[in-house]
């Protein structure tokens, strides 16, 4: 680690133990509720979330932080991650020149709740959240969520998308009501496959750098975000779940998850820190779903 910072940490540095906390408590919560529907689907055949710690290694000895990977395979969740990670370290010279603030002091802080739902019903569908804070000589905040039907154009899907959209807008109305089309418009084109010409799925909010200059409020917006996704998608899984499908139905939601395959790969930017900051490479590539298929 470098001796002393060339610049007064940013206030996002008092908020470390707290951030820490809320995306833990956030992961307990999501867990407790997907394992509750698996109960309400499967009852003693329910799937259960296993837990792996790890531990971050840095070349020099100092503490690196980790994290905890939780991954349920069940009848309802045919792979679901919801894993966090606190980890602290130095920016590469590589990724120095890319985040705010590692050009001043190379040493960063980041915390955050990252998950990943692949379903066994093709008329489930995946979905995608993750909230982050991170610490350089700056301080921000990052995230989104995201839905991704494997049957994006039927009524159904078409339905369940307005229920996560309005979710995630009246939790952005709650404090600016520029954040959800500024969010909207922004995981619209985060979440787009450029060598396909296509999205990813049905789209939601995608965020980051967010440093408004309020702490307490930009850390607000981030709970609720988590709140409104801890409501909504659960919400959407119940009213699906046990709704019968047909072998076609499954071969294209085999099909569709190879686009998520082919995004997480080669564009996301979250893959990307986790492989260039040392990251658990298992939790890394939790996102990506247990069985796909390319035709």
């Not at 705010?100 to 190379?106: K, S, T």
């Amino acid at each position: 680690m470098s001796a002393a910072p060339t610049a007064p940490p940013p206030p996002h540095a008092s908020l470390q133990d707290q951030a820490r906390t809320w995306f833990e408590s956030l992961r307990d919560r999501l867990c407790a509720e997907f394992e509750a529907i698996e109960d309400a689907q499967a009852g003693g055949d329910a799937g259960r979330f296993v837990r792996t710690k790890w531990d971050r290694p840095t070349q020099d000895g100092s503490p690196g932080g980790g994290g905890v990977m939780s991954v349920m395979r069940g009848k309802v969740f045919e792979k679901v991650g919801v894993n966090v990670s606190t980890v602290a370290g130095e920016f590469s010279p590589e990724m120095r020149a890319r985040i705010p603030g590692a050009d001043v002091d190379p040493r960063f802080w980041a915390s955050g709740v990252s998950l990943v739902a692949h379903m066994c019903s093709p008329l489930v569908p995946a979905a995608h959240f993750n909230t982050r804070m991170l610490v350089t000589a700056r301080g921000w905040f990052g995230g989104g969520g995201d839905l991704t039907p494997m049957q994006r154009d039927s009524a159904e899907a078409l339905a369940d998308a307005a229920d996560f959209h309005a979710s995630f807008r009246a939790a952005c109305n709650r404090h600016d009501p520029a954040y959800y089309p500024k969010y909207k418009e922004w995981c619209d084109r985060y979440f787009f496959l450029p060598h396909r010409n296509e999205p990813r799925g049905a789209g939601g909010i995608f965020f980051d750098h967010l440093d408004s200059g309020d702490l307490a409020a930009d850390f607000a917006f981030v709970r609720d975000a988590g709140l409104a996704f801890l409501d909504v998608f659960p919400r959407i899984v119940r009213r699906r779940m046990a709704v019968p499908w047909t072998v076609e139905q499954r071969e294209h939601q085999l099909i569709r998850r190879g686009r998520y395959v082919e995004f997480n790969l080669i564009h996301d930017a979250g893959t990307l820190f986790g492989f260039k900051t040392g990251g658990n490479i298992e939790a890394i590539l939790m996102s990506l779903p247990p069985e796909v298929r390319w035709p």
